[in-house]
């Protein structure tokens, strides 16, 4: 970083990257609190001019205004704009030509994916690895968690293992993946980019990496881009299918809209940052509860802990041993994934389902009409504890 000021506690940054810094702590971006790990990313992730003009997106912008915003020419704005947005994938943007307009994401859910989208782990770069360590280093804070400590976003749901359910009379569409994809036409596959994250950090867990996938529009458009490769609806529920029997549990958006498309990815709770932020941080995090949880016979069971070791989320943990021990269940952990009853060697674990459960929302409206309320309540906490405690 060049023309460094002392700008509070951190001198020798320039104001530039500390500006940019200070927007990516909005809780309505849901940032982190100031902080060295924060400043390190926004070093790695921005030069000096690319800074400057980032610092002046606190709101949605086109490079016209932009321009008008900084004193910089459009010409020297539009290029560095394009770069953001559509090569290094920092900035979101809609609409095209000189109508197009420039906003910032949150680093998660958000830049942190955009950025390591890839086709196969070898388009991964020098600056792509220090990105994904040093995004590593301030999640391991725990700053994500502290929007999902009040309230759980209901951004996702984690589908049943199949197997789990598969003659289950209560089961619904939404808990299959085969049905779901029936919506739609295109899907695309790629690199999932928090076990990549574990893998350049030297803390992979060895399960698939090319598991993460798309469906509906955006297959095509992350696929044209050369970050994604298009597959069929076989190839892709193959895919799935694959993962599941490596213990991956795989989710999808919250909404049965097939207007916008959906993701699905292939999760596993050591490297997950959705599944992280309750595996580590005991937050309800983005996750909606789950359709069905295990029921255990505990007539029957010969606490071979079999079911507590297939769990990713330690909602199932055995203590003693086979003579003296016991299953403990916690509802708060559990994702109602099923690796549990599949890894039962006796049938002794069943999915039962929660009464009450509520359903996927039909539609993008509805979905963010359930979303927002929890969304901005966290946030509103985030803020007034930090104010309470003189955080940025």
Known sequence: MSASVTFGEYPGVSRAHLEVARLYTRPTLLGPKMCDELIAL???MLTDEEAE???HLKRPRTAAGLARATGMNYEEIAPALHSLAHEKYVLISAGSGERELFNMMPLMPGTFEMVLIRKSPDSVTDWHRRFAE?????????YAAEYANKRPLDALHYLPVGESIENHSMALPSDRLEIIAERFDDFAIGVCQCRLTKEIIGESCGRSLEVCAV?????????????MKLVSKREFLDTKAAAEKEGLITWV???????LGNGACSCCGCCCAALRTISEFNAPGFVAPPHFVPYIDRASCKLCGKCARACQMKSLVMTGDESSGTLVHTSERCIGCGLCAVACPDGNVKMDPVPGYREPAKGWFSFMARFAPNFFSNALSVTVKRRRNNHV
């Open 215 to 227: 469906m509906g529009p955006i297959a095509k458009i992350v696929a044209s881009q050369g970050r």
């Open 134 to 142: 040093l995004y590593e280093t301030l999640y391991e804070t725990g």
């Open 42 to 44: 926004v070093g790695h």
């Open 53 to 55: 003009i980032m610092r």
């Open 253 to 259: 958006g919250n909404s049965e809209s097939g207007k």
